[in-house]
């Protein structure tokens, strides 16, 4: 599990402890303080109605923890999403990264105004992207790394990889069937706004050390 969301609950768990123990302790005490100065000043009337139960004392005791709750979430959501779309390390990077570990030396980069002669990829899903491919033609080689506008442009994203993959193993199906089960085997990862997407016969491995580059 992410670190963030580690410390998130248990954070939260510390938070609800204190919460409950503070409102077991002290909550009950404060009220009758509060309440007696008002008593003492007004005269006196009847102090035990200011006494809480037990039974309203626990319900008291749920509306605050919720409302805390409540609090905690929502400040959770926005240091959640703020974490998301921080500004990360450029897709070229990533590639590079990938690239110097694996030591590939047949992938040669495409310019990125070339992008969309191979993925067929809607307006609006991705901001950055860096893609590499095979020097030679026969070989089904390639590493790419997709920045997503949001997260949730994913599945726009992946059906746009799935019609290049397909589109590139027609034409090797029947020709070249190592090159063919590459591309029927290739490797689509996202981690937050990045995706990546490497075929080849180290494509696992280039999808475990993207995974690393995150932790």
């Known amino acids: 599990m992410d670190a963030f969301y580690k410390n998130f609950f248990v954070n939260f768990k510390i938070m609800a402890i204190f919460v409950d123990f503070l409102c ?13 100065a008002i008593y003492i000043n007004q005269g006196g009337e009847n102090l035990n109605k200011i006494v809480m139960d037990r ?8 509306l605050v923890l919720a409302v805390a709750i409540a609090v905690f979430v929502s400040v959770f959501i926005v240091f959640k999403n703020r974490k ?6 450029a897709p070229s990077r990533i590639t ?10 047949d992938l040669v980069e495409v310019s990125p105004n070339q992008l969309y002669r191979h993925y067929s990829i809607p307006d609006g899903v991705i901001s950055d992207s ?6 030679s033609s026969d070989s089904a ?7 997503l506008q949001d997260k949730s442009k994913f599945e726009e994203l992946k059906d746009a ?6 589109s590139k193993a027609a034409g090797f199906k029947g020709l070249n069937p190592t090159q063919y089960n590459f591309l029927k085997n290739y490797v689509i990862v996202q981690k937050g706004r990045y995706v ?20």
């Open 161 to 166: 990889v799935t019609d290049h993959i397909n």
């Open 96 to 105: 590079e990264s990938i690239i110097s570990e694996m030591h590939y030396t």
């Open 55 to 62: 039974k309203k004392w626990m319900i008291f005791s749920v």
């Open 24 to 36: 077991y302790n002290y909550l009950d005490k404060f009220l009758l303080f509060f309440y007696g």
């Open 130 to 135: 860096s893609l590499y491919m095979s020097k």
């Open 84 to 89: 998301e779309n921080a500004k990360g390390p």
């Open 141 to 147: 080689a390639e590493l790419a790394c997709f920045l």
């Open 196 to 215: 990546l997407v490497s075929v080849g016969s180290n494509a696992s491995a280039d999808g475990k050390f993207f995974n690393d580059l995150f932790k």
